[in-house]
């Protein structure tokens, strides 16, 4: 009898152990693909807060002679300090210790303290890159000198100084304060961030309008036929379109037909507008579909006309809805960058655009751009980037979903 | 007697019907975009053949665009064979659904057999945040993270990895996609009625077999749709491949070495200044076509697929 059960229970409990391992598999394959999120943005994270904080090195100024140019105040500086390097050599290396841009920090420090005149004072510049590096610690000096971007000279020098105090780290402001810099220790984001947020407006102001407009059209005063489900089968394909082809249309439509401004957020914003589109005209037909006919049918009752029903009644209730829509498609559009690339987005962009047609570039392709450039600074300025850009991301998804949670109407 | 003539025409009013041409209107831009794209696409590669034939683009087994600086020089004419290209993005691409399909599928059936409604809660929209991030970081990733990771672990083993392989841009891809994969699968599974589902626990089926014999080959339409939709996003992906595959236009099917797709080569023509006529910008355009027509083509089966399977079962 008992020999009876076992071997019926043997292919019974290999049919669990399989149901075992299958619902195991599931569970992997989510960690798998959760853990991979997880590596990307913690080694991002790591690699980019750096970029946040700055090393400033304290130099004691003569500006006794004002005469003097600023570049040779800070060039004697730098020698009075270390008054024991005399080759020249060694003196250019000397020189290499503060950001190459030291003698403009010079001249903004008097400019917004003019007292310092005609005195010796100690005023904290920004340390080179390769500096900066070293003090937070990306450079292994362990290695032979060779092998790093830091001579044991150099090393030497900072040990000195941050014997005496001279070495400090700050708040890196000049990050979201500068634009685009060849030096990695001045660059910032906002010329990226600026063209990004120009491009965002054109994309909305042209696609909110239109979208809900085409959404309105589908779903309230269409007849359903072919004509509409030709229109509804562009939408969704035009959703499916690589984003690459939008670029090729700008380049060729708006840049080459009608002589658009290269490089500008305007030309930027039309193509991502174009971009988004279908993704408004779908959520903000859902949204209209969610509106219960019973609100239609009073409207129209008591006399309204169809367009009258639409706006006064249907689009208050729809509104929220398509808004959210709307925001998710704008988080899209901030992070796109094939597109932008073809139409010339791509350039070294110093000064902060304040017009739509002058020359920009965005968040995304300013990542693409830093991190094709070899500096090892660099490589903390692009990880800084994502982490800005994902930020902004969150937060607009942020915004989204207390959107939809505080109107979320039941009907 | 007069009679009063009653007209039961409501007045006319002239900002409706403007409102009415202005909806109507705003919902031929769809249409508009797309003719757009096909004719600013389709001049340039008109024109583009006139300088290359055909046959010679379709079949050609060189690439190697570059133009010459003086007219009589040797090899002037540059080679514009675009299967190396065509081969190159298959590969990733290939390599991505490698990587997505399995993952996908197997989670999407978790979510929507195995998980408690709580569970799939939180898990769902993680999964979708990786569908929100952006391809630029992804490439960045590849490239900075991915890559290196490869080559070494390649090296330890004793193969021989490329710096920029396809390998590399595969698999991120791969993770891109998956979400894509997962939702249009746990759409599909949920499609699939529970009488079906009933039926086969009723005769003692464990729910692994019920998934794997009933429930999963009835949503297979909808499953292979998000299949397609997946692959035509992988085809179409522009950044990852830019930074993580690189350019060189290599015949192989080896993920380990470096292969370059047509996305890349149309971002690698076209950016940076450029004279409008040559043949090298000229091609640019015409790889676009390619492009745009396979995609179009893959999106327009899955969305038949998917949306007649779903009407099967409403």
């Not at chain 2, 080896?254 to 950016?271: C, D, G, M, R, S």
Request: aromatic share 8%.
């Amino acid at each position: 009898m008992t020999e009876f059960l076992i071997s019926a229970n043997k292919p019974l409990r290999r049919r669990h152990a399989s149901e075992t391992r299958f619902k195991w598999m599931g569970r992997i394959a989510i960690a798998a693909s959760l853990g991979f999120l997880v590596v990307m943005l913690v080694s991002i994270l790591t690699l980019g807060i750096g970029a946040f904080s700055r090393t400033e090195i304290a130099l004691a100024v003569d500006l006794g002679d004002g005469d003097a140019s600023s570049k040779k105040i800070v060039r004697n500086a730098l020698f009075t300090s270390f008054p024991e390097v005399t080759s020249r050599a060694e003196r250019r290396q000397l020189l290499r210790l503060p950001s190459a841009d030291a003698s403009r920090e010079l001249d903004r420090q008097l400019a917004e303290n003019p007292d310092l005149a005609g005195q010796v004072a100690t005023l904290w510049f920004t340390a080179s890159d390769d500096i900066d590096q070293l003090i937070k610690g990306a450079i292994d000096t362990d290695k032979p000198q060779d092998q790093r971007r830091i001579s044991d000279q150099e090393l030497a020098w900072v040990t000195q100084l941050q014997d005496l105090g001279q070495i400090r780290k700050v708040f890196n402001t000049g990050f979201f304060t500068s634009g685009d810099s060849r030096e990695p220790e001045l660059a910032g984001i906002l010329s990226a961030l600026m063209g990004s947020i120009l491009s965002l407006t054109v994309c909305f102001v042209l696609s909110f309008p239109l979208g809900i407009m085409a959404a309105i059209y589908l779903e309230e005063f269409a007849k359903k036929g072919r004509w509409s489900d030709f229109i509804e089968v562009n939408i969704n394909n035009l959703a499916a379109v690589p984003s690459i082809v939008f670029g090729l249309l700008g380049l060729s439509i708006f840049l080459g037909y009608f002589g658009m401004p290269r490089s500008s957020p305007l030309v930027g914003g039309l193509v991502l507008a174009l971009m988004t589109l279908p993704t408004i005209i779908i959520a903000g037909r859902s949204a209209l579909r969610g509106v219960p006919p019973s609100i239609r049918e009073a409207a129209l009752g008591m006399g309204a006309t169809q367009v009258q029903t639409t706006l006064h009644h249907v689009l208050p209730l729809a509104l929220p809805g398509m808004l959210t829509g709307a925001i998710v498609g704008m988080a899209r559009a901030l992070g796109e960058t094939a597109p932008l690339l073809m139409i010339g987005m791509v350039a070294f962009i110093v000064d902060i655009p304040t017009k739509i047609t002058d020359a920009a570039t965005s968040l995304p392709v300013q990542i693409f751009l830093w991190a094709d450039s070899p500096e090892r600074a660099f490589l903390e300025k692009t990880s800084a980037a994502i982490i800005v850009l994902i930020t902004l991301l969150v937060a607009m998804n942020l915004v989204a979903i207390i959107l939809r949670k505080k109107f979320e109407r039941r009907f | 007697m007069t009679q009063t003539e009653i007209s039961f025409k409501g007045r006319k009013r002239p900002l409706e019907t403007a409102l009415k041409a202005a909806f109507f209107l705003s919902s031929v831009i769809a249409i508009a975009a797309t003719v757009g794209i096909v004719l600013s696409m389709l001049f340039e590669t008109i024109r583009f053949f006139e300088h290359v034939s055909l046959s010679e683009f379709l079949f050609g087994l060189k690439w190697s665009p570059q133009t010459a600086i003086r007219a009589d020089q040797v090899g002037s004419s540059g080679a514009f064979g675009a299967v190396p290209l065509i081969t190159g993005t298959l590969l990733i691409s290939a390599i991505a659904m490698v990587v997505a399909a399995p993952i996908g599928l197997i989670s999407a059936i978790y979510l929507a057999e195995y998980a408690s409604n709580r569970v799939r809660g939180i898990i769902k929209p993680m999964l979708e945040i990786l569908a929100g991030i952006p391809t630029v970081v992804y490439g960045f990733f590849a490239a900075l993270v991915v890559a290196p990771f490869l080559r070494m672990t390649g090296g330890q083993l004793g193969l021989e990895v490329a710096s920029e392989s396809a390998l590399a841009a595969g698999l991120v891809m791969g993770v891109m996609i998956i979400p894509l994969i997962s939702s249009l699968s746990d759409d599909a599974l949920n499609a699939v009625p529970n009488a079906l589902r009933e039926a086969s626990l009723g005769l003692g089926a464990t729910k692994a077999e019920t998934i794997k014999k009933v429930i999963v080959p009835a949503a297979i339409p909808g499953i292979s749709g998000g299949f397609l939709l997946a692959a035509s996003a992988a085809i179409g992906e522009t950044m990852i491949v830019v930074m993580a595959a690189g350019l060189a236009a290599n015949l192989t099917a080896n993920p380990l070495e470096a292969v370059t797709t047509i996305t890349a080569q149309i971002v690698a023509l076209l950016t940076g200044d450029q004279e409008f006529d040559s043949a090298k910008t000229l091609s640019a355009f015409a790889l676009g076509l390619l492009l745009f027509i396979t995609t179009l083509f893959l999106n327009v089966i899955a969305m038949r697929i998917v949306n007649k399977y779903r009407e099967q079962y409403d």
